[in-house]
């Protein structure tokens, strides 16, 4: 039985540990295979145990807490070994966001926790295992980065807007997203794309970027981060009038927004594949 009734704040005392721990593996796995690199490992091969290691490590510590919880995450999908069918809380999880950041070296890679309560996600974190940088959020209660409370972009115009976005891994949904992209990129003043949505959220959150939009986004990739520029004050929509999901995912200040939003649609960055 689910031991409903934690507040937000609760959930997200819950999840900001386990992140740290995870991301530590992360960077643990990560320096090992680079000394084994050549003898025994390979680093992609370590991309792939990697994600699922560090998936297994939050799921086994979200089940020591919260054994009657569901979770959704990106390698090991909905199990939780024990998760009741009347569970209100469901956790999603991305282990590793920003994988090929993470094979790379690039230091933008991140874990991602949210809590769902009833279908709404109430608390999050994002934790740069690369950085150290840790982002976090709980319904009603801010975002915030390292004790200072994030407000967003004050920009309105959206000819001096930077927009991040992402790219999907199937090719005729990037050949889509190609087209979109160079239909804006005129009208903004430049195009990020840092290979993490989870800390492309964050930046919006945090004004190191005014917007941001993506095709094909799974849960994962958005619960926590997008929780986190919600609470910072931005707008995260679809197109017309659409909730954000796997269509499009468009998060902005309210004053750009529906700037982008138009911009967005006639280019018809939610259509294609
Ligand atoms: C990806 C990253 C990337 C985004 C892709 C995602 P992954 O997640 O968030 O920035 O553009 O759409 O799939 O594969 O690194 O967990
Ligand atoms: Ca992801
Ligand atoms: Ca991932």
Redesign the pocket.
């Known amino acids: 039985m689910a031991r409903v009734g934690l507040s937000e704040q609760e959930l997200l005392r819950i999840a900001v540990p386990i992140a740290a721990e995870a991301a530590a593996m992360a960077q643990r796995m990560r320096a090992e295979a680079i000394t084994d690199f050549g003898t025994k490992s390979t680093i992609t091969d370590v991309v792939t145990a990697a994600d699922t290691a560090v998936e297994r490590l939050i799921s086994d510590a979200l089940r020591a807490v919260r054994p009657g919880d569901a979770m959704l995450g ?1 390698e090991l999908g909905t199990d939780l070994g024990t998760a009741s069918s009347d569970s209100q809380v469901r956790w999603i999880v ?1 282990p ?5 950041n993470y094979l790379y070296g690039i230091e933008q ?1 991140a874990i991602s926790i949210a809590a769902e309560l009833d279908g709404e996600v109430v608390a999050g974190v994002v934790h740069n295992a690369a950085t150290g940088r840790v982002w976090t959020a709980a319904r009603g209660h801010g975002a915030w980065r390292d004790g200072r409370r994030l407000t967003g972009s004050t920009q309105t115009d959206l000819a001096q807007t930077l927009v991040a976005t ?4 199937i090719a005729a949904r990037r050949a889509h997203q190609g087209r979109v992209v160079a239909g804006l990129l005129p009208r903004v003043r430049d195009i990020r794309r ?5 800390l ?1 959220l964050c930046a919006a959150a945090e004004g190191q970027v005014d917007a941001f939009y ?1 095709k ?3 849960a994962w ?1 958005m619960a926590a981060g997008g929780l986190i520029a919600r609470e910072a004050g931005l707008l995260m929509t679809g197109l017309h009038g659409r909730p954000p999901g796997h269509d499009l995912v468009l998060v902005a200040p309210p004053a750009l927004h529906p700037q982008l939003h138009d911009v967005l649609s006639e280019l018809d960055a939610a259509g294609g594949p």
């Open positions: 990106e991305d590793i966001d920003g994988t090929v890679y992402g790219f999907a891994y840092m290979g993490s949505a989870a492309d993506e094909g986004l799974n990739d």
